[in-house]
C-alpha cells in the first residue's frame, strides 16, 4: 500500500448533455519518498486530481487512500484532521497571512490543531531553518521575496510531518532562479526527508526534478514517464513528450 493511493478516481461537473467530465477513471499509487510530477493541457484535470487527492473535493466515483484510509467514507470532519495531520500543500500564490510573521505563519497548521503555540513556534523554527531560513522568522510575507515566500509556504506544509505533499504549480509565480531552487527543495523533501510529492505543473523544467512524470489529456492518464536523472538534463526530454499530447 502506497502513501497516496487513487482508484478509478472520476469528477464529473452538472449533469445530462451539459455534463463535464473533469477526471476520467484515473489510478495512481504514490509510495513513501517519492516524487511524481503531473503534467498535460489546460483543462485536462491535473488540478482536480489534486483537489481530490488531499480531501478538498469529493469525487464521483472511486476512491482516494492516504496510507490506507478511505477518505470516500469519512465525514467531512475526520477528512479535515487528516489534511492537518497527514497532507501537507503548497500553493501557486503562496497563501500566506499578510500580517503573520514568516514562523506564525509555518507554525499555523499546528497552531490549529490544538497544538501549544510554544511547541508549534520551535517546530516552525525547526522547519524554516531546514528551508533556508533561520534567520526570517520575524520577516511578514511582504518583506521576503517570492522565492522566500514559497519556501515559508514549503515549511508550513512540512510543519505537521506529513506523510504527503501536494503542490498545485508551486513555481507558476516565481521567476526562473527561484523556479529552479524551489523544485531542488522539493526534491530534497522527497528525497532525504522521505516525504511523497505530488505536483502538478506545466513546466517540463519543473517536473524534470520528479522520479515520475504522469501526463494527463482530458482527463485520463495518457503516458507516465520515469526519470533516470533530474533537473535541466531531463528538461527538453519533458518538452518533448508534452508537444506530442
Not at 510575507?141 to 522566500?148: H, I, T, V
Not at 513546466?203 to 515520475?212: C, G, K, M, S, T
Amino acid at each position: 500500500m502506497g502513501i497516496l493511493q487513487i482508484d478509478e478516481l472520476s469528477k464529473r461537473y452538472g449533469e445530462g448533455e451539459t455534463a463535464v467530465v473533469a477526471l476520467d477513471r484515473v489510478s495512481v499509487k504514490i509510495e513513501r519518498g517519492e516524487f511524481v510530477a503531473v503534467m498535460g493541457p489546460s483543462g485536462c484535470g491535473k488540478s482536480t486530481l489534486l483537489h481530490l487527492a488531499g480531501g478538498l473535493d469529493r469525487p464521483t466515483s472511486g476512491r482516494v487512500l492516504i496510507e490506507g484510509t478511505d477518505l470516500s467514507g469519512l465525514s467531512d470532519g475526520k477528512v479535515a484532521a487528516i489534511r492537518r495531520r497527514k497532507i501537507g500543500f503548497v500553493f501557486q500564490f503562496f497563501n500566506l497571512i499578510p500580517i503573520l510573521g514568516a514562523e506564525e505563519n509555518a507554525a499555523l497548521p499546528l497552531t490549529l490543531d490544538g497544538v501549544s503555540p510554544a511547541a508549534a513556534r520551535e517546530k516552525a523554527r525547526h522547519w524554516l531553518a531546514k528551508v533556508g531560513l533561520a534567520n526570517r522568522g520575524g520577516n511578514r510575507p511582504d518583506q521576503l521575496s517570492g522565492g522566500q515566500q514559497q519556501r515559508v509556504a514549503v515549511a508550513r506544509a512540512l510543519v505537521a510531518e506529513p506523510a504527503l505533499v501536494l503542490a498545485d504549480e508551486p513555481t507558476g509565480n516565481l521567476d526562473s532562479r527561484a523556479s529552479e531552487e524551489l523544485a531542488a527543495l522539493l526534491r530534497q523533501v522527497a528525497a532525504e526527508w522521505g516525504r511523497s510529492v505530488l505536483m502538478v505543473t506545466h513546466d517540463a523544467r519543473i517536473a524534470a526534478y520528479a522520479d515520475r512524470i504522469l501526463f494527463l489529456k482530458d482527463g485520463r492518464v495518457v503516458d507516465e514517464t520515469r526519470l533516470s536523472a533530474h533537473g535541466n538534463d531531463e528538461g527538453r526530454l519533458v518538452r518533448e513528450r508534452m508537444e506530442k499530447l
